[in-house]
């Protein structure tokens, strides 16, 4: 399966397959003991929120009147999940997702999109990302970047951008 998802990754999360094609070239291309409804339920159980996090973002958005965007390289349906039930939707401005615009990061290409429906000069932007070669990528473009590792790490070099102090 795992040979599989590397061949399907990126067409999926481009937006260039749906789920459930997906899962028929992953999952479903032989007998299973459980459903594809079963999958899906599983699937989208792993989706995490990270509330200090996005407790974090809706604050910086308020007190500074941030602009915020998400850059994801991620599938429409996953997407879509994450959105609705992290409520990202309350405090994020725009999605500039994978399966949206049909590039994925690593391609500069994502950030210069974000960097047109934003409106703003990279320099003016403040990328926060967990993928170092992303970071490299962003920072490349004259984005100014963090490389989250932590949400204290984090909160710590938003401090010398002075975005969040004690």
Known sequence: MEERHLLMCDTYEEGRLTLEEYLGQLVFYQRRAFTRAQFRRFMFAQS????????????????????????????RELNAYRIRNFKLNRFVDFFVSSCFVHVRKPDAEIFRLALDLAQVQARQVLYIENTPMFVEVANGLGIRSILHTSYDTTREKLSTFALYGE
Request: hydrophobic residues 45%.
């Open 48 to 75: 995490r929120p990270y509330p200090q996090m996005i407790e974090l973002m809706a604050e910086l958005k308020s007190q500074h009147r941030l602009k915020i965007a998400v850059v994801s390289n991620e599938a």
